[in-house]
């Protein structure tokens, strides 16, 4: 079933059967070494079934041959009796330093799939094998399929739920007296099914469920891209194991996570946004219709702090000298991708006493606002929802925390702290209710290849932000933070409409910025036309420099939202590590919402917003689901020619510039601020013609301000006596320079691309793998 890729050219696949059977929770519980660069563990899995996934369930026979051409092997358990290995002994190391948890191996150099090396040594697994398309050991067994990448796995069990004390209250029919496949699935079902007010009761019996004995190895078997999983005899998704544990470990060079330094030179670990999302972390159900629910137990060095996507604030336990222990929990539903972690030497950032006055619940609503405090039951599947509590409706400014390299406190001090308040408070009186209840921000390491990225409960942003004034910091942090509502709280059923995530975003962040900043309405148009020319600029150079396919909002047209029988599906170009740099989904997306909050005016369009959000939160959206909804709140005057198909053909299935936005700037003039920003530039441009000197204190403080655009400077002037602040820039901002490589090649001055090819070897280990693949082709 191995499917043959070009690892960084062709579509992501989406390989899991979610038309059979979902994972509603997973249970994590892992160890962090930063010795042998691991993170290794179990998860347990709960699954829900129900008639529609038997109708739908094929053979595995069938499944194998409508993957690939190739025959596809399961390893064979050995007896039951075999005995079960705790999580805790897979080491075989007491020993401690401050950079290893507690005791762990050597760093693995094997390189080698964990299911081919040393297997039935660590999990007791015979090395017996059947194929598939030959009918010995239940050919017609049902096939369980999990997206999985990079990882070594050890050993698949069931888990016997049935011996979880207390747990027989879950059991409902009087004929299952005897335990049996039935009865623990029965258990499992009303598990998960378990009302949202009792939630604190469900985690308690999911973690107690985790640490039940296993009761049967399961065959399993890994290729490219998934981990394989069936039960002999088990025939039907109905009939499978409902609760399974995976022993397993990642590997050093697993594409979900990236082990590194931060800036204070600490070592440190961090999921950063790969185009393989998080199967290289953990085996799971990718596609986003597969919602669940985790909770996960984490352990590392006591030194370090663990950061996750969950709604505590977690502490570390201290489990023995030098090791602690932390515990995080998430009760809404998502897709398993949105799930992160970051575990460092992080310092908490601590905002000056009485700098700012909690304005939650203080202030009363205006009339305007106070349309999103609806009153109804919520469209999605139960859980304990913000949106039904009143008191937190009103909360405009959730808890948060600021984490960040002790060196770089002086900066945060200076710049985020201060931000964070009114950035949070502009959004819900904007939006209305935070769809989460509190909010962790980290300052990531210098390899991490964007400016931001937003996680439930859960922001990184790069030290690059930190630098000049307030606004790059501004913007983006209201950036990450509009995409608690889009991206996360509503996302993309197809993810190839990621302009459902980063068009909202990229319109929202002048939204709320302008609003933190409380600007008078005149001053807010002002500065976001100004933006809207720049993103202009930026649309073009985009349409001109890349393929044509890769500029499409919507590339699946009709099949939008389609998968196959059993779930599976692929995200085109989601492999091409160009994707990664492209904006073409941030800005087509935002000329679209712009272009439509103009034609509703902003009253109307906002107002709209508020209940879609209210209507869509906690749940997957195609683009019909808005566009339909909008045009059927316009008034008939307002609609005038749009309809969704037009939409669809002008702004989301075409390449290029969209025509009725290509007119608006035709006929547009610039405002005020834009004719200021331009006839400043000519004077610049003036005034560097004439020859002067400059003290070196004054240029520090412009590189400092101004980064990117003073290295932009220097590379198309080829001022080589500044060539120092480009190399700085190209190492510490990775998230801003590596276009910046491009500059240098295309000036064909050997003196630039020396620079260029010297930075690259001193970064290229360290730099996310994307980057480090789009760079390498601009220079060799």
């Keep these: 079933?191995?499917?043959?890729?070009?690892?960084?050219?062709?579509?992501?696949?989406?390989?899991?059967?979610?038309?059979?059977?979902?994972?509603?929770?997973?249970?994590?519980?892992?160890?962090?070494?930063?010795?042998?660069?691991?993170i290794e563990g179990t998860i347990v899995l709960f699954f829900e079934s129900g008639d529609r996934f038997e109708k739908q369930s094929g053979s595995t026979k069938d499944t194998c041959r409508s993957e690939s051409n190739e025959a596809c092997s399961f390893r064979m358990p050995a007896p039951c009796h075999s005995p079960v290995t705790d999580t805790r002994t897979f080491s075989s190391k007491t020993g401690y330093n401050d950079f290893a948890i507690c005791g762990k191996g050597e760093k693995d150099t094997s390189g080698k799939d964990g299911n081919h090396d040393n297997q039935e040594q660590a999990s007791g697994i015979s090395s017996s094998k059947y194929r598939c398309d030959t009918g010995n050991h239940g050919s017609e067994d049902f096939l369980l399929v999990l997206d999985c990448c990079d990882l070594s796995?050890?050993?698949?069990?069931?888990?016997?739920?049935?011996?979880?004390?207390?747990?027989?209250?879950?059991?409902?029919?009087?004929?299952?007296?005897?335990?049996?496949?039935?009865?623990?699935?029965?258990?499992?079902?009303?598990?998960?099914?378990?009302?949202?007010?009792?939630?604190?009761?469900?985690?308690?019996?999911?973690?107690g469920c985790s640490q039940a004995p296993g009761c049967g190895e399961l065959l399993f078997d890994t290729d490219t891209w998934n981990l394989q999983i069936r039960k002999t005899g088990a025939q039907t998704a109905t009939d499978f194991p409902h609760a399974i544990r995976i022993w397993y470990s990642t590997k050093p060079q697993g594409r979900s996570v990236t082990w590194t330094s931060d800036q204070s030179g600490r070592p440190c670990v961090y999921t950063m946004g790969s185009p393989i999302n998080n199967r290289a972390l953990f085996?799971?159900?990718?596609?986003?219709?597969?919602?669940?629910?985790?909770?996960?137990?984490?352990?590392?060095?006591?030194?370090?702090?663990?950061?996750?996507?969950?709604?505590?604030?977690?502490?570390?336990?201290?489990?023995?000298?030098?090791?602690?222990?932390?515990?995080?929990?998430?009760?809404?539903?998502?897709?398993?991708?949105?799930?992160?972690?970051?575990?460092?030497?992080?310092?908490?950032?601590?905002?000056?006493?009485?700098?700012?006055?909690?304005?939650?619940?203080?202030?009363?609503?205006?009339?305007?606002?106070?349309?999103?405090?609806?009153?109804?039951?919520?469209?999605?599947?139960?859980?304990?929802?913000?949106f039904q509590n009143p008191s937190a409706t009103t909360q405009e400014i959730i808890p948060h925390r600021v984490f960040a390299p002790v060196c770089l406190q002086g900066a945060c001090q200076e710049t985020l702290l201060q931000l964070v308040p009114p950035c949070l408070s502009a959004a819900h009186s904007i939006l209305g209710t935070h769809p989460f209840a509190r909010l962790d921000i980290l300052i990531v390491p210098a390899n991490f290849p964007s400016l931001g990225m937003a996680s439930p409960h859960i922001i990184f942003l790069s030290q690059s932000v930190l630098t000049g004034a307030s606004h790059l910091c501004g913007t983006r942090l209201c950036h990450e933070i509009a995409h608690a509502w889009f991206g996360l709280a509503i996302g993309a059923r197809d993810w190839t409409e990621?302009?459902?995530?980063?068009?909202?975003?990229?319109?929202?962040?002048?939204?709320?910025?302008?609003?933190?900043?409380?600007?008078?309405?005149?001053?807010?148009?002002?500065?976001?036309?100004l933006k809207a020319c720049l993103r202009w600029c930026r649309l073009q150079d985009e349409v001109r420099n890349s393929p044509e396919e890769m500029q499409v909002l919507r590339p699946n047209k009709e099949k939008t939202g389609h998968v196959s029988d059993s779930g599976s599906s692929v995200i085109k170009h989601g492999l091409n590590p160009e994707k990664v740099f492209m904006q073409v989904h941030y800005l087509k997306g935002y000329f679209l919402l712009r272009f439509l909050a103009q034609r509703l005016g902003d009253d109307t369009y906002f107002a709209f917003l508020r209940k879609f959000?209210?209507?869509?939160?906690?749940?997957?959206?195609?683009?019909?689901?808005?566009?339909?909804?909008?045009?059927?709140?316009?008034?008939?005057?307002?609609?005038?020619?749009?309809?969704?198909?037009?939409?669809?053909?002008?702004?989301?299935?075409?390449s290029g510039i969209p025509q009725p936005l290509q007119r608006e700037r035709q006929a547009g003039a610039e405002c005020g601020l834009a004719r200021q920003v331009s006839a400043e530039v000519e004077k610049w441009i003036r005034v560097n013609?004439?020859?002067?000197?400059?003290?070196?204190?004054?240029?520090?403080?412009?590189?400092?301000?101004?980064?990117?655009?003073?290295?932009?400077?220097?590379?198309?002037?080829?001022?080589?006596?500044?060539?120092?602040?480009?190399?700085?820039?190209?190492?510490?901002?990775?998230?801003?320079?590596?276009?910046?490589?491009?500059?240098?090649?295309?000036?064909?001055?050997?003196?630039?691309?020396?620079?260029?090819?010297?930075?690259?070897?001193?970064?290229?280990?360290?730099m996310e793998r994307s980057s480090a693949e789009v760079v390498a082709e601009m220079l060799f």
Excluded at 167 to 183: A, H, M, N, Y
Excluded at 504 to 527: C, M, Y
């Design 498 to 529: 990621e302009w459902l995530s980063e068009g909202f975003a990229t319109h929202l962040e002048d939204v709320f910025w302008a609003e933190a900043q409380q600007l008078a309405p005149h001053e807010a148009q002002e500065q976001q036309e």
């Design 613 to 654: 959000v209210h209507t869509f939160h906690g749940q997957l959206i195609l683009s019909q689901d808005f566009l339909q909804m909008l045009l059927e709140n316009i008034p008939e005057e307002k609609r005038l020619e749009l309809s969704v198909e037009n939409i669809f053909r002008d702004w989301l299935e075409s």
């Design 153 to 207: 796995v050890l050993k698949v069990e069931e888990v016997d739920v049935a011996a979880v004390p207390g747990i027989d209250k879950f059991t409902r029919s009087p004929k299952l007296t005897v335990v049996s496949e039935e009865l623990r699935n029965q258990i499992v079902h009303e598990l998960v099914t378990l009302p949202a007010g009792r939630w604190r009761e469900q985690l308690d019996y999911y973690a």
């Design 689 to 766: 013609r004439r020859p002067r000197k400059r003290k070196r204190r004054e240029a520090e403080e412009v590189f400092e301000k101004v980064r990117h655009r003073w290295c932009e400077l220097i590379v198309k002037h080829k001022y080589t006596k500044a060539y120092k602040d480009v190399e700085r820039f190209l190492q510490e901002d990775q998230a801003m320079g590596v276009y910046l490589y491009g500059e240098l090649m295309l000036s064909e001055d050997s003196r630039q691309q020396q620079v260029a090819h010297r930075c690259f070897e001193l970064t290229k280990e360290q």
């Design 283 to 386: 085996p799971c159900q990718e596609p986003p219709v597969a919602m669940s629910t985790w909770q996960a137990t984490v352990r590392a060095a006591a030194s370090f702090v663990v950061l996750m996507s969950g709604e505590n604030s977690a502490k570390p336990t201290q489990l023995r000298e030098g090791c602690a222990s932390w515990h995080y929990y998430v009760t809404m539903p998502m897709p398993a991708s949105t799930f992160t972690i970051a575990v460092g030497s992080w310092t908490e950032m601590k905002p000056e006493p009485c700098l700012f006055k909690d304005l939650a619940a203080e202030r009363a609503l205006s009339p305007s606002e106070a349309d999103f405090r609806y009153v109804g039951i919520c469209g999605h599947t139960e859980y304990p929802c913000r």
């Design 1 to 38: 079933m191995d499917i043959k890729l070009d690892p960084s050219r062709d579509d992501l696949p989406l390989m899991a059967n979610t038309s059979h059977i979902l994972v509603k929770h997973y249970v994590l519980d892992l160890d962090v070494d930063f010795e042998s660069q691991i």
